[in-house]
């Protein structure tokens, strides 16, 4: 089946720093991909979606300087909390269809970012 | 928008035993997808079930079925037998046909569900 996989699973850092978070597809092309976010015993919450080739879609309440989505390549967006602050520490998931339109997605395993 | 409730927080039962998890949803669409997700203590999100809007046969995964009402919006999981392995988190998801870049999965609250020995 479709793998997606993210780096790092674990990422701690100092407040002012910035973190950059990989989303790959490893054995098919994504097209579109979508960044979550998970606070402790909460549901996910979608901030983005990432284009391949394009500017990625926010959703409203994120912000787009903070938190930078680059869709390099057809099997690898990124995501880089910029100036990380505490409130910044999450869990972050991300998701690709399997193929354009297919209401499937595939999740990674996720990434647990801490901001001291 | 889309809205999806799932007004169980928490839910606890016995090994073997059935469970049904409720999920309502809020939607002006006609066709959509409907999901349930199990994400374990690894945080892993798993696909457990799907049901396309359009069909009315409710969709059956070896232990899990849903029971879907269109009319009253309504989406519950039923897990049958239980096993110690189900506990998790389970989420229910609403999703739109992609249309000018939807696919967007809008999830539920979270049902914990703990199966005990």
């Known amino acids: 089946g479709a793998v997606v996989s993210q780096h790092p699973s674990r990422v701690i850092c100092k407040s002012g720093t910035s973190v950059k978070i990989e989303c790959r597809s490893l ?73 354009s339109g297919s209401y499937e997605q595939y999740f990674g395993p996720g990434t647990r970012l801490t901001v001291t | 928008a889309q809205t999806v409730t799932q007004s169980q927080p928490e839910m606890s039962v016995q090994e073997a035993e059935t469970v049904t998890l409720s999920c309502t949803y809020d939607t002006s669409e006609s066709n959509y997808y409907l999901f349930w997700y199990k994400q374990p203590p690894s945080r892993q999100m798993i696909l457990v079930i799907r049901q396309e809007a359009y069909k009315q046969q409710n969709a059956t995964e070896n232990r899990f079925s849903v029971n879907f009402q269109k009319a009253a919006k309504s989406f519950s999981l039923k897990i049958s037998d239980s096993q110690l392995g189900d506990t998790a988190m389970y989420f229910c998801a609403f999703m739109r046909p992609r249309v000018q870049g939807a696919q967007k999965l809008v999830f539920g609250q979270g049902t914990r569900l703990t199966i005990n020995p």
């Open chain 1, 27 to 99: 054995d098919f092309q994504a097209t579109t991909m979508f960044w979550y976010r998970q606070f402790p015993k909460q549901s996910l919450m979608l901030m983005a979606t990432s284009n391949e080739g394009s500017k990625a879609t926010y959703e409203q309440g994120v912000e787009k300087d903070k938190f930078l989505i680059n869709h390099a390549s057809l099997t690898l967006s990124t995501l880089t909390v910029t100036s990380a602050h505490p409130e910044d520490s999450s869990f972050y998931i991300c998701s690709a269809p399997r193929t």
